[in-house]
Nanobody, 125 residues
Framework: QVQLVESGGGLVQAGGSLRLSCRTS????????MGWFRQAPGKEREFAAA???????EYADFVKGRFTISRDNAKNTLYLQMNSLKPEDTALYYC???????????????????WGQGTQVTVSS
């Protein structure tokens, strides 16, 4: 059974940093593309960052230069390092994985088959 479990969220002041983790089980973290999405109250879930099975990364414009996605194959864990956080980054952050080795469009939510439960990030001004 595939499970994705996020952790690392919390409350931080504007300008601060957090590192989110997504521990995977039942699959290998580098076997398919994986991504981070976020959803703020009253808004649709949106793409933040992704990494393909070949290690290519892609970022939404609003996180470029501030967030870094990475993975540790030995720990079977995906990470999202978030720096220079802003109040508008406040959201529930989800880890997700595509189901096949052939990478589908990374920013499309419906291209991801496995999802975690999310970890809350709150940035105060």
């Amino acid at each position: 059974q595939v499970q994705l479990v996020e952790s690392g969220g919390g409350l931080v002041q504007a300008g601060g940093s957090l590192r989110l983790s997504c521990r995977t089980s039942g699959r290998t973290v580098g076997s398919t593309a994986m991504g981070w999405f976020r959803q703020a109250p009253g808004k649709e879930r949106e793409f933040a960052a992704a990494i393909t099975n070949l290690g290519t990364t892609e970022y939404a414009d609003f996180v470029k230069g501030r967030f870094t996605i990475s993975r540790d194959n030995a720990k079977n864990t995906l990470y999202l390092q978030m720096n220079s956080l802003k109040p508008e980054d406040t959201a529930l952050y989800y880890c997700a994985a595509q189901a096949t080795p052939t990478t589908l469009l990374l920013e499309i939510t419906t291209n991801y088959f496995y999802w975690g439960q999310g970890t809350q990030v709150t940035v105060s001004s």
